[in-house]
Antibody, heavy 121, light 107 residues
Framework: EVQVVESGGGLVHPGGTLRLSCAGS????????MSWVRQAPGKGLEWVST????????YYAKSVEGRFTISRDDSRTTLYLQMNGLRVEDTAIYYC??????????????WGQGTLVTVSS | DIQMTQSPSSLSASVGDSVTITCRAS??????LAWYRQKPGKVPEVLIF???TLQSGVPSRFSGSGSGTDFTLTITSLQPEDVATYYC?????????FGGGTKVEIK
């Protein structure tokens, strides 16, 4: 069974940094396209970033480009989201999502339970 | 960037009713469209991909149609467990945009 589990959320001051982790099981994270999606309190879903399966190309939403970095440690089957220069508007639940196989651009077949990031002074 | 517009933003229907949610893309996206359901306090789950293909395990009362710019999600015979917010999402390339969501309630 495919499972992803996020960790690393917490309370951080504006301008601060945080690194989220996502552990995968039941599949090979190094061979999968993976994404981060966030949901601000009471709001809808917002795609944040994707790392491709083939060559680990990375893609970002304009709202986070230049501040967030997606990466993975293939030996540890872990996905990361390094978040720098955090803003109040980055407050959200951050979900790790596995992209359905066969392409970097497919639907999200499996989601983690999410980790809450709160940016506040 | 392509925008995804869902309507209505909310609806209330009776158990057994048929409900339809629409999703419009600002440019053509072929059939690169998925629908997700997010029950209150829960994680989103995919219902339909490729505009009309039902994900394994999803009840057959859910169906999707459309191509290009206009898409629909239909729930025939609405059930109490269908109370949720439904999102469409395009996945033809970055950015992967979601619609604003449709909240479905039971009357």
């Amino acid at each position: 069974e495919v499972q992803v589990v996020e960790s690393g959320g917490g309370l951080v001051h504006p301008g601060g940094t945080l690194r989220l982790s996502c552990a995968g099981s039941g599949f090979t994270i190094s061979k999968s396209a993976m994404s981060w999606v966030r949901q601000a309190p009471g709001k809808g879903l917002e795609w944040v970033s994707t790392i491709s399966d083939s060559d680990s190309s990375t893609y970002y939403a304009k709202s986070v480009e230049g501040r967030f970095t997606i990466s993975r440690d293939d030996s540890r089957t872990t996905l990361y989201l390094q978040m720098n220069g955090l803003r109040v508007e980055d407050t959200a639940i951050y979900y790790c999502a596995k992209v359905d196989g066969g392409s970097s651009w497919n639907w999200f077949e499996s989601w983690g339970q999410g980790t809450l990031v709160t940016v506040s002074s | 960037d392509i925008q995804m517009t869902q309507s209505p933003s909310s609806l209330s229907a009776s158990v057994g009713d048929s409900v339809t949610i629409t999703c419009r893309a600002s440019q053509g996206i072929s059939n690169y469209l998925a629908w997700y359901r997010q029950k209150p306090g829960k994680v989103p789950e995919v219902l339909i991909f490729a505009a009309s293909t039902l994900q394994s395990g999803v009840p057959s009362r859910f169906s999707g149609s459309g191509s290009g710019t206009d898409f629909t999600l239909t729930i025939t015979s609405l059930q109490p467990e269908d109370v949720a917010t439904y999102y469409c999402q395009k996945y033809d390339g970055a950015p992967l945009t979601f619609g604003g969501g449709t909240k479905v309630e039971i009357k």
